[in-house]
């Protein structure tokens, strides 16, 4: 009789980062894990370039080695432009559940002086909550400044980190 479980955990890694530029038409504050913030700055991207749900994406990606964000919406893809993240993320959740996979939690972790995650941290679970249909409680949102220094201190950009964790039925073919 063989000991071997039949589930194993798997884990991911996320990073992302993203130019800040003054606000505009394009949008009027910054989009983060699937939130809005009212700022004086947004993020630049090709879509609403949501460092945390980019991040976030590719840590799911990573469970299952289904290569990164870029892979499945290439930057120079029009149909991505302006985007809403959350769709990336639901791909990525779509992809991890196609193999039998159980979300077990994610984490995030947001890099920068301004806007404050703080009062927008519930909002921010709630959406990715929603958007990987899992329960808020295996969902966290955890923010910190770089002490001023580097380009996320200078406030040029946001970085994000993640981390996702999902449970796989062994398959070793
Ligand atoms: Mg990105």
Redesign the pocket.
């Known amino acids: 009789m063989s000991m071997r479980p039949d589930w194993e955990a798997r884990t991911g890694l996320g990073y992302?980062v993203?130019r800040l530029v003054p606000v505009d038409g394009d949008s009027d504050g910054v989009w983060l894990c699937g939130h809005l913030i009212a700022h004086t700055h947004r993020l630049d991207?090709h879509?609403d370039?949501d460092?945390g749900l980019?991040a976030l994406t590719d840590a799911l990606l990573g469970t299952i080695g289904a290569g990164d964000?870029g892979t499945h919406f290439p930057p120079s893809d029009p149909q991505w432009k302006g985007a809403a993240s959350h769709q990336f993320l639901r791909h990525a959740a779509d992809l991890v559940r196609a193999r039998g996979g159980i979300i077990t939690n994610v984490d995030v972790t947001i890099i920068a002086e301004n806007p404050k995650v703080g009062p927008h941290r519930e909002a921010m679970i709630a959406a990715m909550s929603d958007a990987l249909g899992i329960a808020v409680s295996r969902v966290s949102v955890k923010a910190t400044t770089n002490e001023r220094m580097g380009f996320a201190g200078r406030e040029e950009g946001i970085a994000a980190m993640a981390v996702a964790t999902i449970m796989l039925k062994v398959n070793d073919e």
Request: glycine letters at 12%.
């Open positions: 992302d993203h991207g879509s370039a460092v980019h964000i």
